[in-house]
């Protein structure tokens, strides 16, 4: 039987770590709390950043769940916990130690007015100094900061991983009984009732930290995705059903985004009881954010990126290098700039830019070099989300 071939799934991962510079770049301009903040952070753009916060990691990890579904049709468990180990966790470390530094650095010498030097500096990092408060609000040193999505992944796939082995052929009895569930109005409805029923009882009570073992909320969320994709992976009518809903998944989406941007634009003066008795509908709302905006992208995109190119290959190598870099670039970049008083929309097309041209700029070093590809995750260039072959002859997973 022929397997599917969800090239689909590569390019959407792409697009998504992506869209990550912009957000990043975004976060140095707005209200919310970051590691450094421009002069000229205002609430002006935040109705863009609102349009991709609540389901761009949600549906990174859906498409992991999925790739790590098409590689257990090629490795044993064992084999795949250990290529995923050596995958995830050395670009960590290396990241902890190498890559994310600068971004605690300038965070502390913006925020505490720290003088020290970096050399200074780096003997506090890696001696988990955790001094650099502002009342009660301390740095955790060291940290992943954007890296922790790395470090979730591997934890999801190590449980997911188990999970499997310990299932065996009942997973995928699981699978295809999902995949039937799924189907019509089930598609949109049940994944964002899992959603809501994570919000009203886990997000007061423990909120985001990217902090692993007392994130609990997010973990509700981000592991249901995961194991969703793992479960859907080959589930063909699935996806097809997902390219048919597209336009009402659109429409859903952005009406849950506009609804949820007027809520959260209301002054503080004008949040009178009655208006404040919405909260639990614009939470359900919040999650129909979520999954709506999943299931646009993977519509539109099984229906019009389903398909092989060099470039896919390339950037599918490119990717997670970038997206290593991109954040530490971003607020290095950000501090460095600050004296030049630049006009935000300049500053900000430029930090982009400049993001994406060093970024890639390392990325063809780094390719090239055998030592330094396991520090950036690189292995192979192969689709996760491709047709895979024979046991016996089977190309290496990513």
């Not at 389901?55 to 490795?75: C, D, E, N």
């Not at 995958?87 to 007015?113: N, T």
């Not at 052929?169 to 409805?189: C, H, K, N, T, Y």
Request: charged share 15%.
């Amino acid at each position: 039987m022929t397997k599917p071939r969800l090239y689909f799934l590569d390019w959407i991962r792409i697009f998504a770590f992506f869209v990550l510079i912009f957000y990043h770049t975004g976060m140095y301009y707005v209200t919310w709390d970051w590691h450094v903040k421009s002069p000229y952070a205002s609430d002006a753009i935040e109705p863009l950043m609102i349009l991709s916060s609540p389901w761009r990691l949600g549906l990174l990890f859906m498409i992991s769940g999925v790739a790590t579904a098409f590689m257990l049709q090629k490795l044993r468990v064992g084999a795949l916990l250990k290529q995923r180990s050596w995958r995830l966790l050395v670009p960590l470390i290396f990241g902890m130690f190498v890559i994310v530094p600068p971004q605690s650095y300038f965070e502390v010498v913006e925020k505490v007015a720290y003088h020290g030097s970096y050399a200074e500096f780096m003997r506090l990092y890696v001696s988990s100094y955790h001094g650099f408060c502002r009342g009660a609000d301390c740095l955790r040193m060291p940290t992943w900061n954007h890296l922790w999505f790395v470090a979730y992944l591997w934890a999801y796939t190590m449980i997911g991983g188990l999970i499997v082995w310990l299932l065996g052929a009942r997973f995928q009895r699981l699978s295809d009984a999902l995949g039937r569930l799924l189907s019509g109005w089930r598609i949109i409805v049940l994944p964002v009732i899992v959603l809501a029923v994570a919000r009203y009882t886990l997000a007061d009570r423990f909120p985001t930290t990217h902090a692993l073992v007392d994130d609990w909320y997010s973990h509700a969320q981000y592991f249901f995705l995961f194991a969703l994709g793992a479960l859907l992976a080959m589930q063909t009518g699935f996806w097809a059903r997902v390219d048919a809903l597209r336009w009402t998944s659109l429409g859903l989406w952005l009406c849950s985004w506009a609804l949820i941007v007027c809520y959260w634009s209301i002054p503080e003066a004008l949040a009178t009881p009655e208006v404040l008795q919405w909260k639990p509908v614009m939470r359900a709302i919040y999650c129909l954010c979520q999954w709506a905006p999943i299931l646009t992208v993977c519509g539109f995109g099984h229906r019009h990126l389903n398909f092989d190119s060099a470039k896919r290959r390339y950037l599918t190598e490119a990717v997670f290098p970038v997206y290593i870099l991109h954040q530490t670039l971003i607020v290095s970049m950000a501090h460095w700039m600050r004296p030049i008083k630049l006009a935000p929309g300049i500053e900000g097309t430029f930090l982009i830019v400049l993001t994406f041209g060093i970024s890639f700029g390392v990325f063809e070093v780094v390719r090239r070099i055998g030592v330094l590809r396991p520090l950036f995750g690189l292995t192979s260039q192969t689709s996760a989300y491709a047709a895979q072959a024979p046991a016996a002859v089977a190309t290496p997973a990513r």
